[in-house]
């Protein structure tokens, strides 16, 4: 067999076998006969470098992909990247301000080359990363949310829709980003409270030296007014119905309007109105008809239309206008005040309501078409782990907006859709085509005479629509489009691999893309995209805050990859990360994730390094252990298929922790491991060996999902492999035999062993100094536990059956048996009288309160029978043990 290192150094293994696997197209997959196991990668941000969102996400996507490959299905795990407008147009804005160059001196055609030569350079970075990750993705299929054939079905895509009556343009009051100067849909908006003022602001009646009072948080906005809003139940402005007021500093003339919309109790009770920039105002203005004034220009300045204060930042503005109004006599108090503000996702801007005309989808008539959108969902043909998103799900289903697609940029896609100098709209592929439809009116093409339709089209001068689609709307398609759907719809690759499998994605997005793709997938191909979907929490840090620049306290993931292995860092993400909950991360974790790896190496080693007698049958301590182990991986193996089945992927990698670390190497090598004698090892049998590697085998394969570089390491180091005979292709173990009374039995011993190393422990007795052992009244000793095995690891010299109490002993009781051990000269008896009087009060103590709540009728009334049981079991082994302990202390007195 091969020698081999001392110490484990991934940094000679993991690049080695990541280059094998490729070499060998381990991740690549074709349609065949097998069953497919397909997982399409939340396409990260082509601007993205790795941060531990993604270590954790694709982590938990590689044991999937990894398990169900080992399960003998054909694996497709299919990577790519999402061309994120707003970010990555911010990233080539960025590097062409560091050249010199200026985005509006530039062509459409001139920025877009400079984006491609930014995303060529720099946008395969994180696909690259998820390789040192191990990443078990098929590579010749990585696929990016702007190749020629993806647009191609998103331009497909929105016609479709427009010619189905489900995408509009319209007016509407949408969310502005004025720092990305594009419109945002409601999910790219984040809420959150922040501190404010609320300032009360007198407006002068028109005919009186009266004032109307308004509570407001944006005074800047004060110059839009176009109305003052109060409830025609609010008694104290009876007297108001009718009358006009003046807007402050500008003396324009407004309206007093009636609305039972105007809460009575909040602030005054009276409502300034501002049309263009609040969208319940808005909705107050087209109701009673008042005039829109945009106060401010794109970038979040005002402009002409305000009358004051142009050119001026809109916060610059709030602080003077504030100064202004009280100079004036116009503010009668400023309160400390706590809102909510929306925030722009990327630029965290503070977001503007502003009027403009964008398109939408309509989501309501969207979803009417297709209802299974959310009875899939709530019918759990579309699982959602954990199940609690599901009613999250359906309350935004339920109060579902319009979802506007248009954003002001020039990466994207650009909206298909074309305009004369009418301003008539015309959505077609190309400029030939709207050409056509501009010709014939919107007719259907195909009715017409193509020749006298060349002619016709002469002469037609139309202008494309600016703005791109929203990326989400590109990203909707990523499960169908990976497949070449747009070009086929029913391909064999489609028809293979959709729907796909599972979904390993964060909450925050459900609405953003998880909803959409299940929208798309209805629509397009009338079933669902996938069956599963694995929500996975945020990543915090250990004192509970989520990790960010701001705070520092992100760690870069390659560096903790560099200290403690890509396998280290991979179970350190997992311990502590329980579907759907957040992960409280600590870098301990991983050093805990590469002393397991170490673990396993330095157990492997150990086994290696063992001398083999051929001829040697197992002794009946190595038989039993054997047995017992077969039987305990078995269990295990059950519990873990239970537990991936169930997405509780933090439990399955716990029990494969515990089944290694405890059962294998502190247990089963123990008790199989050659004597000492004379200083060297005695040869162990071959059966045992074998039997052994074979469980290490079994061992690895079940460790192999979560760290897939050592044991692929030591999988071939076991014995010589052919070329292409990895672990990650070997089969999952299948579930053997599963004997209880072995199992019972272990548990028996260990708890024997163990209180026979506390007994050593406690007196200071060395392991090497041999211990009779006595056992009161139990024949059959050997049917409750392994003798053998107890006399090993115990160090005993011998276990004898005893009729009585055992004088000048230790006595403790194990699984209702009384054992005793002898105490030898060196040790304090005064001292060992001292610790059992002192485990008599303690135990008395314990069956006071335990005989308290058996003693009490309401509990024993309303108690479930089973719970009664329990606490009647604890009364009787309190009992027993503080009898033994009492007897021992007589005995020892004497």
Not at 105 to 127: C, P, Q, V
Not at 672 to 698: M, Q
């Amino acid at each position: 067999m091969t020698e081999i290192a001392k110490i484990y150094d991934p940094k000679l293994t993991e690049d080695k076998w990541y280059q094998q696997w490729l070499a060998h197209k381990c991740f690549a997959s074709k349609p065949d006969e097998r069953t497919p196991f397909t997982i399409v990668i939340p396409p990260p941000n082509v601007t993205g470098v790795l941060h531990m969102g993604h270590m954790l996400n694709n982590t938990i996507q590689d044991v999937l992909i990894r398990k169900a490959r080992m399960e003998g299905k054909n694996a497709c795990w299919v990577p790519g990247t999402d061309h994120a407008s707003i970010a990555t147009e911010a990233k080539v804005v960025q590097m062409l301000r560091d050249q010199g160059i200026k985005k509006s001196d530039l062509s459409r055609d001139e920025f877009i080359k400079h984006a491609h030569i930014w995303k060529d350079k720099y946008g395969g970075i994180i696909l690259d990363q998820l390789k040192k990750l191990g990443a078990s993705c098929d590579w010749d299929r990585t696929d990016f949310t702007m190749n020629d054939h993806y647009t191609e079905a998103v331009i497909d895509v929105f016609i479709d829709l427009y010619n189905k009556g489900l995408i509009y343009r319209g007016l509407r009051m949408i969310n502005w980003d004025p720092v990305g100067k594009t419109a945002l849909s409601d999910e790219e908006v984040l809420h959150t409270a922040e501190n404010s003022k609320l300032y009360f602001v007198k407006y002068k009646l028109v005919g009186s030296g009266d004032f109307i009072t308004i509570a407001t948080t944006r005074p800047e906005t004060i110059l839009a007014d176009t109305a003052i809003c109060i409830n025609p139940k609010d008694e104290r402005y009876l007297h108001l119905h009718g009358k006009k007021a003046l807007v402050p500093l500008i003396n324009r003339e407004i309206p007093v309007i009636l609305d039972e919309y105007v809460s009575i109790e909040f602030g005054t009770g009276c409502l300034k109105v501002t049309p263009a920039h609040d969208a319940n105002d808005y909705a107050l203005g087209e109701k009673h008809g008042l005039e829109v004034i945009d106060i401010l220009n794109e970038d979040g300045t005002l402009n002409l239309k305000a009358q004051l204060y142009i050119g001026q930042d809109r916060f610059e503005v709030r602080k003077q206008i504030a100064k202004d109004l009280e100079a004036a006599g116009h503010i009668t108090k400023i309160d400390d005040y706590q809102n909510q503000v929306g925030r722009s996702e990327r630029t965290n801007a503070i977001i503007e309501p502003r009027l403009s005309l964008q398109w939408f989808v309509d989501m309501k008539k969207f979803v009417q078409k297709n209802p299974q959108v959310v009875s899939d969902v709530m019918e759990d043909k579309i699982k959602f782990h954990p199940a609690k998103y599901k009613n999250t799900y359906k309350h935004w289903m339920d109060n579902i907006r319009d979802w506007c697609i248009s954003r002001q940029l020039w990466w994207g896609q650009r909206i298909p859709a074309w305009y004369d100098d009418k301003g008539n709209c015309y959505v077609a592929k190309t400029l030939e085509e709207a050409k056509k439809l501009a010709a014939y009116d919107k007719t259907p093409i195909k009715e017409h005479d193509q020749k006298k339709m060349m002619k016709d089209t002469e002469g037609i001068v139309l202008t494309q629509d600016e703005d791109v689609v929203d990326t989400w709307f590109s990203s909707w398609l990523w499960p169908l489009e990976v497949f070449g759907w747009n070009k086929d719809k029913n391909n064999k690759e489609l028809a293979y691999y959709y729907p796909t499998n599972d979904l390993v994605t964060a909450p925050e997005i459900m609405f953003f893309w998880v909803m959409r793709m299940i929208m798309a997938g209805y629509e397009y191909k009338g079933e669902k995209p996938f069956s599963n979907v694995y929500f996975t929490g945020i990543v915090r840090d250990k004192i509970g805050r989520k990790m960010s620049k701001q705070f520092g306290n992100s760690p870069d993931p390659l560096e903790l990859m560099g200290k403690y292995s890509a396998d280290g860092v991979r179970v350190g993400m997992l311990l502590s990360s329980p579907a759907g909950n957040d992960l409280l991360f600590d870098e301990s974790l991983c050093e805990q994730g590469r002393n397991f790896a170490n673990k396993v190496w330095n157990a492997f080693r150990l086994v290696q390094g063992w001398q083999i007698d051929v001829v040697a049958k197992p002794s009946e301590g190595n038989q039993q252990a054997m047995d017992w182990f077969e039987s305990r991986f078995n269990e295990v193996l059950t519990e873990l298929n239970d537990l991936y089945g169930k997405f509780r992927m933090n439990e399955a990698l716990h029990a494969t922790y515990k089944l290694v670390w405890d059962d294998f190497c502190a247990w089963y090598l123990e008790m199989i491991k050659p004597e000492y004698v004379d200083g060297k090892s005695l040869p162990i049998d071959l059966k045992t060996y074998e039997t052994t590697l074979k469980f290490f085998e079994g061992i690895l394969k079940l460790m192999h999902p979560f760290m897939p570089f050592i044991t692929e390491e030591i999988w071939h180091l076991i014995k010589e492999r052919k070329e292409n005979e990895f672990i990650m292709l070997t089969s999952w173990p299948v579930i053997g035999s599963i004997d209880t009374g072995l199992l019972n039995q272990f548990k028996t011993t260990e708890g024997l062993i163990t209180e026979i190393r506390n007994f050593r422990k406690s007196k200071n007795i060395s392991p090497k100094e041999g211990l009779q052992l006595f056992i009161r009244g139990e024949k059959n000793i050997d049917q409750k536990l392994f003798t053998p095995i107890v006399k090993k690891l115990g160090n005993l010299i011998g276990m004898d059956a005893i009729d009585n109490k055992a004088d000048n002993a230790y006595g403790f009781i194990a699984d209702n048996v009384e054992y005793f051990i002898p105490f030898t000269a060196s040790i304090d008896m005064e001292a060992e009288l001292a610790r059992i009087q002192k485990e008599i009060e303690y135990n008395k103590g314990f069956l006071k309160s335990v005989m308290a709540k058996l003693g009490n009728e309401k509990f024993i009334t309303n108690a479930k029978p089973e719970v009664v049981a329990v606490e009647t079991k604890k009364k009787e082994d309190a009992e027993a043990k503080i009898k033994a302990l009492e007897d021992q202390l007589v005995s020892l007195s004497k």
